[in-house]
C-alpha cells in the first residue's frame, strides 16, 4: 500500500494556509486567477494517478511549455543545429532579461529563458503559421492525452502588451538567430504560453517525460526517446528562473515552473509530478509549489543524488513522517 495518497492530502493541508507571493501581473489576463487554487497531481510512469485540490481548473501553461516546444525543435531541426543557436547554460538572471543577449553571447544562453525560448520557436517547421500552430498543438495532444486549445483572451493579452519580448526577438533578428518573420514567430510563441492545462495534464506531460516520451495511458511516443535526456538536462539546470541552482541543491528534481502557478518535475523512469498555485514569489515560482516539492523530495528521496542505498522504496514515507501526518490529518 503506497502512502503517497495520504502524504500530499497533508502537504495540501499544510500548506493550503500559507499565502506569501503574488499573482503575475504583467500578463494583465493572469491577475483574474484565484490566489487559493492549489493542487498537486502525480502521475506514475505506469499511469496510476494521485492527487488533491483544485486538480482540474484550468490556467495556462506559460513558461512550462518551453520544455515541450523545445523536444519538439530538436526533433525538427537536431542537436548540433540547435546548439548552435541557443546555448545550455543557466543564465542567473531574470527569464525575460535582454542584458545577456546583447552584451555577451548573441545567441540565447538556454531555451528556459524568454530569448531562448523564442529562438526555439522561430525553428519550428511548417509551410506556414496555421501548419507551424497545428503541429505544436498535435505535440501537446500527444503529452497530454486529449484535445487541447490555447486561451484566446490570455493569448491577445500577451501579444498586446509584450514589448519585452518583442525587443528580444529584435535582438534575436539582428544577430541573425531568427528569421524576419518576428510577428509570426512571437505569435507562436504566445500561443504556446497561453494552451491550457490543469494540474493532472501537467503531471501526465512529465510523466510522459518520466516514461521516456511515452504517454503512460495511450501509449503513444509524445518525442523521440533520444531527446529526452536533452530536454530533462536543460530542465535540470536552468528550469527554475534564477533559483535553478538552489532547485538544483535543495530538490534535486528536473523542473520547470511558469508564472501562472504551475511547476511540474519529472522523476526519470518513475513519475510526473505537477503542482498548481498561482501566488508566485519575485522569481516567478511558485511560493507554495517549491515547498511541496521540497517535501516531496525530502520524503521520497527523490533529490538525484541522493545515494541509491538511501533511497527509500518509492511512495512510501518513514514511521515517524507516518504518525506526523496522521496527527494532522485527524486520523492519530
Ligand atoms: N508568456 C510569458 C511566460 C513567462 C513565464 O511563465 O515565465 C512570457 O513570455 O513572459
Not at 523536444?71 to 542584458?99: C, H, W, Y
Not at 483572451?153 to 529584435?170: D, I
Not at 495511450?218 to 530542465?235: E, F, G, H, W
Not at 498548481?276 to 515547498?291: E, H, W
Request: proline share 4%.
Amino acid at each position: 500500500m503506497s502512502d503517497l495518497p495520504e502524504f500530499i492530502k497533508y502537504l495540501y493541508e499544510k500548506y493550503r494556509v500559507l499565502d506569501d507571493g503574488s499573482l503575475a501581473s504583467y500578463i494583465p489576463e493572469l491577475t483574474k486567477a484565484n490566489p487559493d487554487w492549489f493542487a498537486i497531481s502525480i502521475v506514475t510512469k505506469e499511469g496510476e494517478v494521485f492527487q488533491v485540490g483544485d486538480s482540474q481548473e484550468h490556467f495556462t501553461i506559460q513558461s512550462m511549455s518551453k520544455v515541450f516546444v523545445y523536444g519538439m525543435a530538436l526533433e525538427d531541426q537536431n542537436r548540433e543545429i540547435l546548439l548552435e543557436k541557443i546555448g545550455v547554460e543557466p543564465t542567473g538572471d531574470p527569464f525575460n532579461s535582454v542584458i545577456r543577449l546583447d552584451e555577451n553571447s548573441k545567441r540565447p544562453d538556454n531555451p528556459m529563458v524568454n530569448a531562448g525560448a523564442i529562438a526555439t520557436a522561430g525553428l519550428i517547421k511548417g509551410v506556414n503559421a496555421t501548419d507551424k500552430l497545428n503541429r505544436l498543438l498535435a505535440m501537446f495532444r500527444r503529452y497530454i492525452g486529449h484535445d487541447v486549445f490555447i486561451d484566446a483572451p490570455v493569448f491577445m493579452s500577451e501579444r498586446a502588451t509584450g514589448h519585452r519580448n518583442r525587443a528580444l526577438a529584435n535582438l534575436l533578428l539582428n544577430f541573425g538567430i531568427i528569421d524576419n518573420n518576428i510577428e509570426e514567430i512571437l505569435d507562436l510563441y504566445f500561443q504556446q504560453c497561453a494552451l491550457v492545462v490543469n494540474c493532472q495534464d501537467l503531471a501526465m506531460m512529465a510523466a510522459t517525460l518520466a516514461n521516456r516520451g511515452v504517454n503512460p495511458i495511450t501509449n503513444k511516443q509524445a518525442v523521440k526517446p533520444c531527446y529526452v535526456r536533452d530536454i530533462l538536462s536543460v530542465m535540470h539546470t536552468c528550469g527554475m528562473y534564477n533559483y535553478a541552482g538552489e532547485w538544483a541543491y535543495r530538490v534535486g528534481i528536473p523542473a520547470k515552473s511558469g508564472v501562472s502557478g504551475g511547476i511540474i518535475g519529472v522523476i526519470p523512469d518513475k513519475a510526473g509530478i505537477a503542482v498548481f498555485s498561482p501566488l508566485i514569489d519575485s522569481k516567478g515560482n511558485s511560493v507554495r509549489g517549491i515547498k511541496v516539492f521540497e517535501d516531496l523530495s525530502d520524503e521520497f528521496d527523490l533529490h538525484l543524488f541522493d545515494s541509491p542505498l538511501e533511497k527509500c522504496s518509492f511512495l512510501e514515507i518513514s514511521k515517524n513522517k507516518k504518525d506526523v501526518v496522521s496527527q494532522v490529518m485527524g486520523n492519530g
